[in-house]
């Protein structure tokens, strides 16, 4: 059973920096794309940042693009995808997700993501 989980939110001042991780239990992280979405309060769930299975051309939302970096670990020991996140603004505030890709797919689209973590609550203080 693959399970998916977030660590590393928190509540932080603007300008602060928060790293998330996600560890992936149950099967190898290295045969999918992996991606981060967030949703903010009374909003859907956005993307954030899409990662392919060899870490080529990450591709970022523009609202996050130079602040935020994602990468992964496929290594057996660790097989996690993270989220370095740098200069962080109240609008960032929302619950992070992890989502695995389904095969073959390596988009922008939460529909094509079928394995999602729990969440994680970040809060960016004004």
């Known amino acids: 059973q693959v399970q998916l989980v977030e660590s590393g939110g928190g509540l932080v001042k603007t300008g602060d920096s928060l790293r998330l991780d996600c560890k992936v239990s149950?099967?190898?992280?290295?045969?999918?794309?992996m991606a981060w979405f967030r949703q903010a309060p009374g909003k859907e769930r956005a993307f954030v940042a899409t990662i392919s299975r060899t870490s080529i051309n990450p591709q970022y939302a523009d609202d996050v693009k130079g602040r935020f970096t994602i990468s992964r670990d496929n290594s057996l020991s660790k097989n996690t995808v993270s989220l370095q996140m740098n200069n962080l603004q109240p609008t960032d505030t929302a619950v992070y997700y992890c989502a695995r890709a389904q095969a073959g797919y390596s988009g922008v689209y939460a529909r094509g993501y079928d394995r999602w973590g729990q969440g994680t609550q970040v809060t960016v203080s004004s």
């Open positions: 149950g099967e190898r992280i290295i045969n999918y794309a």
